[in-house]
């Protein structure tokens, strides 16, 4: 496994010497999310570098809403986003802050930029406005109103915030350079009307500034040194730049790059996760099938994991796709170190040992962890009647296959030695019973006549077992790059992501798991109590992920 590379990527390089050649006294970053949908794995990776480097640095790191865009924007996603960073384990500095709160100082900086003539009102029609931007490779040309006097100007863009004017009937534009080979220094616009309340403004506002026009002075406003972003924004920093240096900000910001992070068999667009969850596709944001953090929580991710393998995947200058299986392989680590170990049958096969009585209880102990002694043990109660798994039995199996076989023996897991004798079946011919003989002194212990046992198979006293509901996950998508076709990728929806078993049986011990509690199940793989539906009277439990990957093509990368 690679080591944490978080300690040498460039942005830490850059940091370091900033604050060696005292350029910058303290660290400030931010987290500026759009309250538009969830946070997902991509955003916990802007998480781990902003809240990780003002961390190492002794900085502080802000979480900021960039909230200019009312109509796709919502309260639930800022209550999300809030609980999705704290359950990261980070603390942002102070209060959270909001792009709106800075409205009006956005607005007189606008009127700023009027006054030196070097912002205009412009009436171009969105479809005119296009003809005149020009192309990648022919220059732009210069807006009728480009030229308009400072005074009308002022009062056009007055008679704009007072709501004067239809929607997209003009725009506030800064005059740079309609020549200029970067499309975004193209005269950008910095205000638009829009007719639509806000969550945090309410009515206050009918024109709303750009994201260009908004971010650096954000960060300017809240003293950040290192505004980090990804690298679609590369080519809006000669903008950031220019605002910064055009407006009297009160302090100097730099903006910087890293490759977004994205991994296989997934998507991560907030638009296409939307649309999965408004059609249906998934029981909403927090389904456990989604890379949303919510949705990846409610699996049985824990924060470790996740800030693991935001560190094992690096931060670097370059975009890239990262197997899905590095997130799992992260997540199986923690859990095979921390998590207490139990037993459940999800098909349950009933077996009854012929020569145990039937009102004998045995209490066995089995480790909770076999590793981890501190974890204690664990009371399984063992009865005449127990559970096995169905498919843990055959009449008749060659010797690859290490389970219970008729005239053979397997070793119960933390239990006895057994031999099955006879199966019971029903007028379908299905097994509804198998018979055992129990071998006598094999706690612990290999049986006295040297008949070993072919395998050990886990299974739940019958009598004793309590029900529970398990609802077994798997990758949401068939395809590896589900999105590269475009918006194709609901073809790609896995039909077998959700299989949910309502008999299973669990050990009692489990009636006291909580809800997002963490386990083993013996030879089944990593489970969560469920954080919402799970109770000791309807216990359900998420399958996490198997206890190794048994997609993977060679080697074995899991527990
Ligand atoms: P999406 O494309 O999923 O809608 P976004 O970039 O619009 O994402 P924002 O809410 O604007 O989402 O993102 C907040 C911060 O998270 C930004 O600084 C953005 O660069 C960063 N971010 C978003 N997606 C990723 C990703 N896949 N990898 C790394 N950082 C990301
Ligand atoms: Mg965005």
């Known amino acids: 496994m690679t080591e944490p590379t978080q300690a040498a990527n460039f942005?830490?390089?850059?940091?370091?010497?900033?604050?060696?050649?005292?350029?910058?006294?303290?660290?400030?970053?931010?987290?500026?999310?759009?309250?538009?949908?969830?946070?997902?794995?991509?955003?916990?990776?802007?998480?781990?570098?902003?809240?990780?480097?003002?961390?190492?640095?002794?900085?502080?790191?802000?979480?900021?809403?960039?909230?200019t865009n009312p109509e796709k924007e919502s309260q639930e996603y800022i209550e999300s986003i809030q609980n999705d960073v704290r359950w990261l384990g980070y603390t942002w500095d102070g209060e959270v802050r909001f792009a709106s709160s800075y409205f009006q100082q956005l607005f007189d900086w606008a009127v700023y930029l009027v006054e030196q003539g070097q912002a205009y009102v412009c009436d171009l029609s969105a479809?005119?406005?296009?003809?005149?931007?020009?192309?990648?490779?022919?220059?732009?040309?210069?807006?009728?109103?480009?030229?308009?006097?400072?005074?009308?100007?002022?009062d056009l863009l007055r008679r704009m915030k007072a709501g004067e004017f239809e929607e997209g009937s003009r725009v506030l534009r800064t005059k740079i350079d309609m020549a200029s080979p970067n499309m975004n220094m193209r005269d950008p616009i910095i205000y638009r009307i829009r007719k639509v309340s806000h969550h945090q403004t309410g009515d206050d506002w009918c024109i709303y500034p750009t994201y260009d026009f908004a971010h650096g002075q954000e960060d300017a406003i809240e003293g950040v040194t290192h505004s980090i972003c990804t690298l679609e924004f590369e080519d809006h920093r000669p903008l950031y730049d220019w605002y910064i240096e055009h407006l009297p900000v009160p302090h100097r910001p730099y903006q910087y790059e890293f490759g977004r992070l994205n991994t296989s068999y997934t998507v991560t667009s907030k638009r296409k996760l939307k649309q999965l969850v408004d059609d249906g596709r998934v029981a909403g944001w927090d389904d456990p099938r989604l890379p949303t953090l919510a949705g990846m929580r409610r699996l049985g991710y824990t924060p470790a994991a996740i800030r693991r393998f935001c560190d094992m995947v690096g931060t670097t200058r370059s975009d890239g796709v990262v197997d899905v299986a590095m997130l799992e392989h992260a997540i199986r680590d923690?859990?095979?170190?921390?998590?207490?170990?139990?037993?459940?049958?999800?098909?349950?096969?009933?077996?009854?040992?012929?020569?145990?009585?039937?009102?004998?209880?045995?209490?066995?102990?089995?480790?909770?962890?076999?590793?981890?002694?501190?974890?204690?043990?664990?009371?399984?109660?063992?009865?005449?009647?127990?559970?096995?798994?169905?498919?843990?039995?055959r009449e008749q199996a060659n010797k690859k296959f290490k389970r219970l076989v008729l005239g053979k023996r397997v070793r119960l897991r933390n239990a006895y030695v057994v031999k099955a004798e006879a199966v019971v079946k029903d007028d379908s011919g299905e097994i509804i019973e198998v018979h055992c003989q129990l071998i006598e002194a094999t706690?612990?212990?290999?049986?006295?006549?040297?008949?070993?046992?072919?395998?050990?198979?886990?299974?739940?006293?019958?009598?004793?077992?309590?029900?529970?509901?398990?609802?077994?996950?798997?990758?949401?998508?068939?395809?590896?790059?589900?999105?590269?076709?475009?918006?194709?990728?609901?073809?790609?929806?896995?039909?077998?992501?959700?299989?949910?078993?309502?008999?299973?049986?669990?050990?009692?011990?489990?009636?006291?798991?909580?809800?997002?509690?963490?386990?083993?199940?013996?030879?089944?793989?990593?489970?969560?109590?469920?954080?919402?539906?799970?109770?000791?009277?309807?216990?359900?439990?998420?399958?996490?992920?198997?206890?190794?990957?048994?997609?993977?093509?060679?080697?074995?990368?899991?527990?």
């Not at 045995?362 to 169905?390: K, V």
């Not at 949401?476 to 918006?487: C, E, I, S, V």
């Open 11 to 67: 942005l830490h390089k850059l940091i370091s010497k900033d604050l060696a050649e005292g350029r910058v006294a303290r660290v400030v970053t931010r987290f500026p999310p759009e309250p538009n949908g969830y946070l997902h794995i991509g955003h916990a990776k802007s998480i781990s570098v902003n809240f990780g480097l003002a961390e190492q640095f002794g900085g502080v790191c802000n979480l900021r809403f960039d909230d």
């Open 127 to 154: 479809d005119e406005a296009r003809a005149y931007r020009g192309t990648l490779t022919e220059p732009g040309r210069n807006s009728p109103y480009r030229d308009r006097a400072v005074a009308e100007n002022l």
């Open 334 to 393: 923690d859990l095979n170190a921390n998590a207490p170990r139990a037993m459940c049958v999800i098909e349950p096969l009933k077996l009854v040992l012929l020569n145990y009585p039937e009102d004998t209880l045995e209490q066995l102990t089995a480790a909770a962890h076999p590793t981890r002694e501190e974890m204690g043990e664990r009371c399984i109660p063992f009865t005449r009647e127990l559970y096995i798994e169905r498919e843990d039995f």
């Open 443 to 559: 706690l612990g212990k290999d049986p006295a006549d040297g008949v070993k046992p072919r395998g050990v198979i886990h299974w739940v006293s019958a009598t004793r077992g309590k029900r529970a509901e398990v609802r077994l996950y798997d990758r949401l998508f068939t395809h590896a790059a589900p999105d590269k076709g475009g918006d194709n990728f609901m073809a790609y929806i896995n039909p077998d992501s959700l299989v949910v078993k309502v008999d299973c049986v669990i050990e009692p011990g489990l009636l006291d798991a909580l809800p997002e509690q963490n386990f083993q199940f013996e030879r089944q793989g990593y489970f969560v109590a469920d954080r919402y539906d799970h109770s000791a009277e309807h216990p359900v439990f998420n399958r996490t992920i198997g206890l190794r990957d048994t997609r993977a093509k060679s080697g074995n990368q899991g527990a």
